[in-house]
Each structure stands twice: as C-alpha cells, then as structure tokens.
C-alpha cells in the first residue's frame, strides 16, 4: 500500500519510515512546493488541513500528523505553536520553555507530547483520525543527544531519562507518534481500508 506522508520535517519522515516499512506500507514524500498553512485550532484540525491537502494534489491517500508538547504549568502551552513557539532554534525554544518553568517545583512539572494524525482521500473522504498522548514531565536542564525538538527536556516517568536518551527504536515504541502511527496502520491494514 502506497500512502503519501504528509510533511516535510526530516525528523518525522525518518520516526514514520521505520515504523512504515515492516508493515508493508510505502511512505511517498509529499511535493517539495506544498506546504499548506497550519491554520486549525487543534493538533486534528491541522493533520486534516495537511492530509486534506497531500491527498488531493497527489491523487493518492494521504496521511499526516500535527503533533506537539502541552505543558500543564503553563496552561498547555507550547501546544499548537511548539514548533514555532519563539524565533530561533529548537535548543532557543528548550531554553526559552526551561526560563519560563524555573519556579515550578518538581512534582508540578506534568506534560504531554501529542499527536494527532488523519488519513484522507483525494474526494475529500476522512479515513480515519487519532488522537495519542505521551506522559511525562519537564527537566530542569536539557540532557541527551537523541530526537529532536523538545526531547532533551522531556523526562520519562519512572526513569532517570529523557526521549532524547534513547533509542530511536524505543521511542518509536513509547511515544505519541508511535501510539497514533500503530492505530493507523491497524486501519490501514484493515478491510475498511479501501482505494
Ligand atoms: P508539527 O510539525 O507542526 O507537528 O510540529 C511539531 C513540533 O512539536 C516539533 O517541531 C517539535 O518542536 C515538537 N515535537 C513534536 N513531537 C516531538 C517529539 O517526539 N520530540 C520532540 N519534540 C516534538
């Protein structure tokens, strides 16, 4: 099964390519010049924008995600806007995250990464969506060389680790992403699935 991936975070296109390719699906870049504007209010309604997009420019089923880190202390924020939550770097947005969580005590530092993903087709057909979330809790520094965007602050509960501490394989395994990207492919894999 082809389906077409709607993003161009190389990142996200390495995390879906190993968890795609044992189960037999085939992830298509989208067009380098599409690049749809992220104007939803929600984690869904973007993935929708994006997958509504790539599906129908390409004529082929298209999945996408919009995904992101809530923090309670700050009222769920970055949320929508983590990856564009300051000007800079992903290390200027860790710094600028760990600046405004330095009077939370331990105990009060509870976030979540999320992760929405849609399956559209070229008619304009929802598939299917998914919404999946990712327990843990701010550090008070950065630590870690894995990932990518907030991992090194984002520390696993019950474990002396951040998800940039390991394995790509055992992220793909915990995180949202993984959890969404599983219920996917159950669909995709599934008799509903049809094109
Ligand atoms: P999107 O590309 O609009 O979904 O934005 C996602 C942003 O959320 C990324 O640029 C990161 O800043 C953050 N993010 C989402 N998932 C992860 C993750 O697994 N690790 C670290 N940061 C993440």
Redesign the pocket.
């Known amino acids: 099964m082809k389906v077409i991936l709607a ?1 161009h ?1 190389p ?2 296109i390495r ?1 879906f390519s190993q968890m795609a390719e044992p189960c037999g699906i085939e992830l298509l870049p989208m067009p380098d010049d599409l690049d749809p504007e ?1 104007t939803g209010s929600t ?1 869904l309604e ?1 993935a929708l924008i994006k997958a509504h997009a790539a599906a129908k420019v390409t004529n082929m089923p298209a999945v996408a ?5 809530e923090i309670e202390a700050l009222s769920g924020r ?1 949320g ?1 806007r ?2 564009r ?1 300051c000007e800079g770097t ?1 290390k200027d ?1 860790r710094e600028k995250i760990l600046e405004e969580m330095a009077g939370v005590p331990e105990g009060k530092r509870q976030a979540a ?1 999320v ?1 929405a993903m849609a399956l559209c087709l070229p008619d304009g057909t929802v598939l299917k969506t998914t919404e999946e979330r ?1 327990h843990g809790s701010i550090g008070f520094v950065s630590r870690g060389e894995n ?5 090194p602050i ?1 520390e696993l509960d019950g474990r002396n680790q951040t ?1 940039a501490m390991i394995t790509n394989e055992e ?1 793909n395994t915990l ?3 993984g959890q969404a990207w599983r219920k996917m492919v159950d669909f995709i894999g599934s008799p509903e699935m049809k094109f």
């Open positions: 993003t975070n990142g996200k995390e992220e984690f973007n995600d919009d995904s992101g880190l970055p929508i983590s990856a939550y992903d947005r990464f992760c990712w990932g990518f965007g907030y991992d984002f998800s992220k995180s949202h992403r």
